[in-house]
């Protein structure tokens, strides 16, 4: 029996159900196969103008991108050599401007994040003139190396004219050497891990 036949011995009303089921069906295909086609469409045209953008956004800030790019390499190369230790530099700095350091004490180093430290040393200086004091803190500021004044405590030593006790913590600040980045890569050999 063919499927003709079949519906050859369907009843009147059951013959116009099944007419209106198919009318139903049709245009479903008719009606909503163009519209989810339009849909997908649409949201793809969406997605490519988001790409579109994202890559003109790049463009556009690509002179950011490569002034960010010369900033970090300027702080890798300001840390490519280690600070110096600080009370035989802050010693030597001292003997050029003539200032005299009696007590000097290091501290415990700091680490900041991963990848810096921060060494640190607390110099007492008496009976130091403003001049003096300050070419000396410029000395330390000027030096070329990853150093900083972090704390400046100056006190007027009774009627002396130009006459400080100053205590300032100095610190230096390290970059540790972490694993490198194709080293990480798990394909990556020991030679090609290598500069």
């Given at each position: 029996?063919?499927?003709?036949?079949?519906?050859?011995?369907?009843?009147?009303?059951e013959?116009?159900?099944?007419?209106?089921?198919l009318?139903?069906?049709?245009?479903?295909?008719?009606?909503?196969?163009?519209?989810?086609?339009?849909?997908?469409?649409?949201?793809?045209?969406?997605?490519n103008?988001?790409l579109?953008?994202?890559?003109n956004?790049?463009?556009?800030?690509?002179?950011?991108?490569d002034?960010?790019?010369?900033?970090?390499?300027?702080?890798?190369?300001?840390?490519?050599k280690?600070?110096p230790?600080?009370?035989?530099?802050?010693?030597?700095l001292?003997?050029?401007?003539g200032?005299?350091?009696?007590?000097?004490?290091?501290?415990?180093?700091?680490p900041?994040?991963?990848?810096?430290?921060?060494?640190?040393t607390?110099?007492?200086?008496?009976?130091?003139?403003m001049?003096?004091?300050?070419?000396?803190?410029?000395h330390?500021?000027?030096?070329?190396?990853?150093?900083?004044?972090s704390?400046?405590?100056?006190?007027?030593?009774?009627?002396?004219?130009?006459s400080?006790?100053v205590?300032?913590?100095?610190?230096?600040?390290d970059r540790t050497a972490?694993?490198?980045?194709?080293?990480?890569k798990?394909?990556?050999?020991?030679?090609?891990?290598?500069?």
């Open positions: 029996m063919t499927l003709a036949d079949r519906i050859a011995r369907l009843d009147t009303r013959q116009r159900l099944l007419n209106a089921l009318l139903v069906l049709a245009a479903v295909i008719v009606l909503l196969l163009p519209v989810a086609l339009t849909a997908i469409a649409h949201g793809k045209r969406n997605e103008q988001a579109r953008d994202a890559a956004s790049i463009d556009d800030n690509r002179d950011a991108i002034q960010a790019k010369l900033e970090k390499a300027a702080v890798q190369q300001r840390y490519a280690p600070a230790q600080l009370a035989a530099f802050l010693a030597g001292g003997t050029e401007t200032v005299e350091i009696p007590e000097s004490q290091d501290r415990q180093a700091i900041h994040g991963k990848k810096y430290s921060e060494r640190s607390k110099l007492v200086l008496r009976k130091v003139g001049l003096k004091l300050a070419h000396f803190m410029e330390i500021e000027q030096s070329g190396n990853p150093v900083s004044i704390s400046l405590n100056i006190r007027k030593r009774g009627p002396d004219p130009d400080y006790d205590e300032m913590v100095v610190s230096a600040f972490g694993p490198d980045k194709a080293a990480k798990p394909g990556a050999s020991a030679d090609e891990a290598k500069p």
